[in-house]
Structure formats: structure tokens, C-alpha cells
């Protein structure tokens, strides 16, 4: 079943089970991969890879806004924030540890020769590629920095 018949389905029980929160949350993933779907350009369908890209994006959008809230202290916002983000989640592949990232980050570091912070740019593009949904892209750059300057 597809990212998108998945959250169809959810929407239906959050609806049945009068869950506001979660409803909002769905909703906001349907409309995200219905945007993609209808852009201009768009296939009729998106595939797997792009419905994970979406779902990190709204993921990412919340901790930014989490972010923004805590600073300007709204706690009554950022607990929203933080709400929505564990629903969306769900529907994001399973997330590396900090020790497997960093021993698959060592086996890159060895296979494209890198040696030095400057050569950050030929790792981190491996690592994106290889590690893409299951890994935070600032996760995977900090490591990146902390492994090339040892």
C-alpha cells in the first residue's frame, strides 16, 4: 500500500476516533502529496523515495517552527508542533542510531579516500544519497566534521 492510501486510511480512523491532532497532521501530509502529484511537470503518481522526501520536509518544517516557538517562549504553540511532528514520523523509514551512523560514515569516509574537512563535499554527497530517510542531513553533517577533524 502506498504512502498515500496509508494516510487515506489513517484520516478515516482519526476521524472515527475524534483525534484533532492527528487529523491535522494527516491532512497536512495528504496536501503535501497532493501538491507534488498536481505540480506542474508532475507524474500522475509520485514514488516511494518522493513520498518519504515530503514526509522529511513537513518533519523538518515542524522542528523549525518547534524551534521558533521555544525561543519566543509559546509553549502552548511548540507542544502543537511537537505533537505534530511524533504523528508525521510514523511514516518516516526507521532512523539510524548515532553509533550505526557514524560506523557506516566511517566506511564511506574509506571508500572515497577522504582524509581531511575538505574533503567533506565528496562524503556528504555519498552519505546523502546512501543514508536519504533515514538519517538527518544536519546529523549527518556534524558527524561528517567530527570524523574528518580526527
Do not use: C
Not at 507524474?43 to 513520498?51: F, L, M
Not at 525561543?71 to 507542544?79: I, S, T
Not at 565528496?122 to 544519497?129: D, H, L, P, R, T
Amino acid at each position: 500500500m502506498s504512502l498515500e492510501q496509508t494516510i487515506n486510511t489513517d484520516i478515516k480512523t482519526a476521524m472515527l476516533a475524534k483525534d484533532a491532532n492527528a487529523l491535522t497532521s494527516l491532512r497536512a501530509v495528504k496536501a503535501a502529496i497532493l501538491l507534488a502529484k498536481t505540480a506542474e511537470g508532475a507524474k500522475d503518481a509520485i514514488s516511494a523515495d518522493e513520498e518519504i522526501k515530503i514526509v522529511q520536509k513537513l518533519v523538518k518544517q515542524r522542528k523549525d517552527s518547534l524551534e521558533i516557538f521555544e525561543k519566543q517562549n509559546r509553549p502552548d504553540l511548540a507542544e502543537k508542533e511537537k505533537q505534530e511532528i511524533a504523528v508525521i514520523e510514523k511514516y518516516l523509514p526507521a532512523q539510524l542510531s548515532p553509533e550505526e551512523l557514524k560506523a557506516e560514515l566511517q566506511k564511506i569516509i574509506a571508500e572515497t579516500g577522504a582524509s581531511s574537512p575538505a574533503d567533506m563535499g565528496k562524503v556528504m554527497g555519498v552519505a546523502s544519497k546512501a543514508f536519504a530517510g533515514k538519517a538527518d542531513g544536519k546529523a549527518i553533517s556534524a558527524m561528517v566534521k567530527e570524523l574528518l577533524a580526527s
